[in-house]
């Protein structure tokens, strides 16, 4: 019978790590094209919950981006995105993260509310 009470296993909180890593499978994530082509949203369902967690950084993110037409802005499935783009994550439910990779002018090969995919790893720390 069970006491309700969550066990430390069941949830991610500050200083857990959730990683998809280079050595394993890569992550296929769908989202779109948003803000006049400026933004990519993905939505990523987490295998635990959140709990007590303020922040979520992103410390790793490399792979492709793809649309319906192909690669966006000329990514492949080896790029470091974070050096050419702002990524932020956030708790939008106990299990559930959005990603926004976004820049300053229009992802190139893609157009406004689009869907796109993010094919790679990543690794995101809580705090």
Not at 3 to 24: L, Q, V
Not at 39 to 59: C, E, Q
Not at 91 to 108: E, G, W
Request: net charge positive.
């Amino acid at each position: 019978m069970s006491s309700g009470i969550i066990s430390r296993e069941e949830y991610y909180k500050s200083g857990d790590t959730f990683e998809i890593p280079s050595s394993g499978i890569r992550a296929n994530f769908s989202g779109l094209i948003t803000n006049g082509t400026k933004t990519i949203s993905i939505m990523i369902s987490l295998p635990k919950m959140l709990h007590n967690v303020s922040g979520i950084t992103v410390s790793s993110c490399v792979g492709g981006l793809r649309g319906v037409s192909g690669y966006i802005d000329g990514t492949t499935d080896s790029t470091n995105l974070l050096n050419n783009y702002t990524i932020t994550a956030s708790k939008v439910l106990p299990c559930y993260i959005q990603l926004n990779i976004a820049k300053s002018s229009a992802f190139t090969n893609v157009n406004n509310n689009t869907p796109v995919n993010f094919n790679g790893f990543l690794t995101l720390q809580f705090s």
